[in-house]
């Protein structure tokens, strides 16, 4: 497919921080999306205060299909923040070529299949002054894969976060926040555990 000359060397940083440019308007789209729907779930748990059993159950329903369907758009946030960062350390590998090829591990780098380069590019998080300790980070993490696992709410819970505020033992700010799906490292983890 990519001929003798492997694929790491027919790549070009401007190509790269391209895609990246489109990733970020996509994770920004994303974010917008998300913040609506969670904007959408406060204003129904707001409504459920003080309303019968029957009503409440019937709001914790549409409070979950809009959970689900933040999670849905935060597995998409996190892929393509994976993807982010794979291409943002791409785009450093390119740029130290000359001084990876002087160390030879270039050669090492250039024979890895482009999947599996992806994917140990998505876990390493480089640090800008240090190349010595970058390059050990890459050698380190080779072959690494992990796995994560998501916990979901339940009804359950939404009834009895509901009777906190009406016994005003929670303010609906609070249970706002406990109830909010937050974009974070440790979702991002649970994501990979999915996966």
């Not at 959970?67 to 935060?74: G, L, R, S, T």
């Not at 299949?113 to 876990?123: A, F, G, I, R, Y």
């Not at 050990?136 to 709410?153: H, M, P, Q, Y």
């Amino acid at each position: 497919m990519f001929g003798r000359k492997p694929w790491i060397e027919k790549v070009k940083i401007d190509d790269l921080e391209k895609e990246r440019l489109q990733i970020d308007n996509q994770i920004l789209l994303l974010t917008k999306e998300i913040k609506k729907l969670e904007d959408q779930k406060k204003r129904l748990f707001r409504e459920g205060i003080g309303k019968s059993d029957i009503e409440k159950l019937l709001i914790a329903e549409k409070i979950k299909d809009i959970d689900a369907d933040i999670k849905m758009k935060v597995r998409e946030y996190n892929k393509l923040m994976k993807q982010r960062r794979a291409l943002s350390n791409l785009i450093r590998l390119k740029q130290w070529e000359s001084r990876l090829k002087e160390r030879g591990i270039w050669e090492k780098i250039k024979s890895i299949e482009p999947e599996k380069l992806m994917q140990v590019l998505t876990t390493v998080e480089f640090e800008e002054a240090q190349f010595d300790k970058n390059i050990d980070k890459i050698n380190e993490i080779l072959g690494a894969e992990f796995t994560r696992v998501e916990v979901d709410e339940s009804t359950k819970e939404i009834m009895k976060l509901w009777e906190k505020v009406e016994k005003a033992e929670l303010s609906p700010e609070t249970v706002e926040e406990q109830l909010a799906v937050k974009i974070s490292e440790k979702e991002e983890e649970e994501e990979k555990e999915e996966a």
